[in-house]
């Protein structure tokens, strides 16, 4: 089954609400990022990410 991305934090999950922000996920989403250490990436700056985890690069 394919993951699906959470509209507000790009977090990867495979339900329709995203687990942290509660904000709904779609199945439409492009690459892919894995988050091991926030503090230092330059990606999860980016993106605002604050967590460690999987994330979509791009939602739709
Ligand atoms: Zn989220």
């Not at 959470?6 to 492009?30: F, H, M, Q």
């Amino acid at each position: 089954m394919k993951e699906r991305a959470c509209k507000e934090c790009n977090r990867l999950t495979k339900l329709d609400l995203c687990v942290v922000c509660k904000a709904p996920t779609s199945p439409n989403w492009i690459g892919y990022v894995s988050i091991i250490d926030p503090e230092r990436s330059e990606v999860s700056k980016r993106l605002n990410i604050s967590a460690k985890g999987k994330y979509a690069l791009r939602v739709r």
